[in-house]
């Protein structure tokens, strides 16, 4: 079992060596395919997704996700989250509801130990994370940011090739990765050699997604990922996330504060109000919830979300 | 006239001064970065030491030059020569504009691209080295063209306590009344200022980031 202390031992950083050992599906096939078998095999190919990070198979149904009794206190002692007990079962897409402040992204950056549970703990496809090693497991999850954060430095390639680069993927391989996650975001194979300051808002989150699938996760971290965009590019986004869900069939976990995009997106959505859980139900269910705070948010987006309450238990 | 005649006769020295100077400078710039860098990222990174890091390299610059070399005179090796003590005085002040740059530089990478970074899975190595610094490179290079201005004057005193350079001649003119052996010092000095400031500048801009 690796510790936070061994994390970067020397030669850590050596692009040649694969640390994580994530591999890209396909990697045993290499030879025994043509290209175009490989290209579809890789998408919905599933073999990464049934082995921990460090190569131990996880058992199917168990959930990727699990919060148990988790808190969270900032250093100065205010609490951002107090008993959270949550599941987030594989291929769903939990939405984590909830205004600014009630421990969304909180709850968001302790899967991917951006930050550490004060108490609690968060199990991650099978293991406690605190024993997981912490490069590994950011590397085994992707994750995209309201901001984006594309690395203005590089190009659009090298900003989507990073981590498969810096887990010693072949060059070759990289770059067929690249051109087909540009393609399953829907951008052209032109975008890859400009910088990020040359794209459009919409393409700059296309970009985002598609870096963070770089190295096939099976897990999605998403933190209001559209929240930034315009009204039309949000809605075509929200349309090829779930087309895009459906054929890659990742866990996701998703922020948002945006009840509509929850019911739109959401297999299930998890509402959350001053650091706790307050109740996890399937979208129609949601709308229908007596819930004081359920029945608030339904009222305050108005009519007509029943139409966009796509999933849910009819 | 009279001054293009006197460079014509002295170019030797002038040459020799030059060089000379151009050391002083450019091993003091070269340790203040060695230095200086480590430490700006250290005072970012950690804030407990930006404090203390940061307001040593202030009040070292606040110690006027003539009395910083007067102080470091009775250090053991330091002292025994004289361009081993203006070369560490010129480093000391190169530090102050070298680490504040490093330091903002840093700090001011996008916060979203730096957490991005981490999300990623980027060990802190990883992220320094293929993220902050080359983001951060252009602001770096601004605070070492403004320590190589400023040494290139500096070491002008450095003649005061022997160590040659083009103070030199501006010495001598001054102790000698003579307009022509200070400009002998100055114009060259300027020069070299001038030239570095340009050559940086222009890095720099080639060097920013989009």
Known sequence: ?????????????????????????????????????????????????????????????????????????????????????????????????????????????????????????????????????????????????????????????????????????????????????????????????????????????????????????????????????????RDQLQREFLLLQERLDKTVVFVTHDLREALRLGSRIALMEAGQLVTVLPPQDFLRSTDPLAAAYVQAFGEGLNSVATRGSE | MNVFHFFLQHHEEILELTLEHLWLVGISTLLAVLIGIPLGILSAHWPVWNKPVLGTANIIQTIPSLALFGFLLPVPWIGARADRLAILALTLYALLPVIRNTYTGIRGVDPSVVEAGRGMGLTGRQLLFQVELPLAVSVILSGVRVAVVVSVGLATIAAAIGAGGLGEFIFRGLAMVNNQLILAGAIPAAVLALTADFGLGWLERRLQPR
């Open chain 1, 1 to 233: 079992m690796k510790t936070e202390h061994q994390r970067a031992p020397p030669g850590h950083d050596d692009l040649a060596a694969q640390p994580c050992r994530l591999r890209y599906a396909g990697q045993a096939r290499f030879d025994e395919e043509d290209d175009e078998d490989r290209l579809s095999g890789l998408i919905r190919d599933g073999y990464p997704r049934s082995f921990d990070s460090n190569m131990h198979p996880i058992p199917a149904n168990a959930p990727v996700i699990e919060f148990r009794d988790v808190a969270y206190v900032l250093p100065n002692g205010q609490p951002l989250l107090r008993d959270l007990n949550l599941q987030v079962q594989r291929g769903e897409t939990l939405v984590l509801l909830g205004r600014s402040g009630s421990g969304k992204t909180t709850t968001l950056k302790l899967v991917n130990r951006l930050l550490n549970p004060s108490g609690g703990q968060v199990w991650v496809n099978g293991a406690p994370n605190e024993e997981t090693d912490v490069i590994c497991l950011r590397r085994s999850i992707g994750y995209v940011i309201q901001d984006v954060g594309l690395f203005p430095h590089f190009t659009v390639e090298r900003n989507i090739g990073l981590v498969p680069r810096i887990e010693g993927w072949p060059t070759d391989r990289i770059q067929l990765r690249v051109q087909e996650l540009l393609q399953i975001v829907g951008l052209g194979r032109e975008i890859a050699s400009r910088y990020p300051y040359q794209l459009s808002g919409g393409q700059r989150q296309r970009v985002g997604v598609a870096r963070a699938l770089a190295a096939d996760p099976s897990i999605l971290l998403m933190d209001e990922p559209f929240g930034a965009l315009d009204a039309l590019t």
